[in-house]
């Protein structure tokens, strides 16, 4: 059933789109937490070598200074120390080096050294970071009360390793999650979705069964009345039940329409090359004289021999629902247009009347099933807001598409078709 399969979607589609917010926002939160506890390691040993005169105090440990500083550990290892990758060179105010230290590094001769520390002063900033080679270096400038400029650069490539690793193994954990969770998703959606499908099937068993129920009692009033005719005459009693019974019996057939529409599938259809424009013209002529006993005028453009891939029967209904639809609807006095034209690629068939109220509706809800805001959905006239409803899913079967459109007090529903 197409309903059902497109109910499933639906709660795959959503269901997978709310995990994959979840999943991608947690991974992101958990990474930027991480990357910024990183970094703020990475400041704090900085800090706390400038703070001792670009080098390491075996005595005097790091500060732990943010929120977001990892558990102090420095302390638990004598080897700390050691760990630590850096060098220092101290500048005077006359751009001359004073001191440089290069006894805990490998990577930097003294030239490479003064080089990179001058390389640091010129980007203007207190802090920042670089690559050499393959390898990614920090650095931290301290200016001092007599003007010297210490600059201590440190090697952070594991812990830029690290937070890659960390980033490469989020994505990857996060991509598995959302994969399986739609894996199993798929498989268990219909015990989700099966109370649905339970009231949708005993819905239309409903609406078909009670259908054919009350056409029978129906038919019965309508030869009843018919006979009492026959003896008595008409009156505008007996007009009025026949007129009623006549709205009823289409209303029910309708429903019935309706219900049943979910079966078909575009696959089961018999598509084979369709005269448009023969079934436009067609239908556009039966309706002719229901426009003129309504005092209103029905005109048709159509281009001869418009053929397009698709079903009669549906089609024909397709076109009979729109033009029925836009007479019974059409303002007092009003006009009906009808136009098929062909282009290369689409046919597009537009049936347009006049509707001076129609303003303030919401055309997004048109389509949908007895729906009846507008005033012209009322009491006044014979319709249910079940026929434009049927006119989307029989576009639909048919490949096409369907909008309404709503401009200067006339209101034009277009239906094209691929060619």
Not at 12 to 37: D, E, F, H, K
């Amino acid at each position: 059933m197409n309903v059902i399969k497109k109910l499933r979607r639906k709660f795959i589609l959503i269901s997978t789109a709310t995990v994959i917010i979840i999943v991608i926002g947690a991974l992101s939160l958990i990474t930027s937490v991480a990357y910024i506890r990183i970094n703020a390691q990475i400041d704090s040993f900085l800090m706390y070598i400038s703070q001792n005169n670009g080098r390491i105090s075996e005595h005097k440990l790091p500060p732990n200074t943010t929120w977001f500083s990892e558990t102090d550990w420095t302390g638990d290892t004598p080897d700390f120390p050691y760990q630590l990758r850096y060098f220092s060179v101290l500048i005077d105010d006359n751009n001359y080096v004073k001191e440089i230290n290069i006894k805990n590094i490998a990577a930097f001769t003294e030239a490479e050294a003064i080089q990179y520390a001058q390389m640091a002063i010129q980007k203007g900033e207190a802090n920042g970071n670089f690559k050499k080679d393959r390898a990614s270096y920090a650095y931290q400038i301290t200016t001092r009360p007599n003007g010297d400029i210490l600059i201590v650069i440190m090697d952070c490539t594991r812990d830029m390793a690290i937070i890659q690793d960390f980033i490469e193994d989020s994505i990857e954990l996060g991509l598995i999650c959302i994969l399986l969770y739609i894996l199993i998703l798929a498989i268990l959606s219909n015990l989700a979705i099966k109370p649905f499908i339970h009231n949708i099937e005993n819905q239309k068993r409903f609406i078909t069964n009670a259908g054919h129920e009350l056409k029978t009692p129906i038919a019965i009033i309508s030869a009843n009345t018919e006979a009492i005719e026959l003896i008595n005459g008409k009156n505008q009693w007996t007009e009025n039940i026949l007129k009623q019974i006549k709205r009823l019996s289409k209303l029910i057939n309708e429903l019935i329409t309706l219900s049943k529409m979910s079966e078909y599938a575009t696959e089961n259809l018999l598509f084979s090359n369709t005269n448009f424009s023969e079934i436009v013209i067609e239908v556009a002529k039966s309706f002719q004289q229901m426009a003129i006993d309504q005092e209103k005028s029905l005109k048709y453009q159509v281009k001869p021999d418009v053929f397009i891939l698709s079903e009669y029967k549906y089609l024909y209904e397709l076109v009979n629902i729109l033009i029925d639809n836009a007479v019974k609807y059409c303002d007092d006095n009003g006009h009906i247009d009808v136009k098929l034209v062909q282009a290369k690629k689409t046919t597009t068939l537009y049936i347009t009347n006049d509707y001076i109220n129609g303003s303030h509706i919401d055309y997004s809800r048109f389509f949908e099933r007895f729906y009846r805001e507008d005033t012209s959905h009322n009491n006044e006239k014979a319709g249910y807001g079940i026929g434009l409803s049927i006119a989307e899913e029989l576009v639909k079967l048919l490949k096409g598409t369907i909008k309404v459109s709503y401009s200067k007090g006339k209101i034009t529903f277009i239906v094209k078709f691929t060619n």
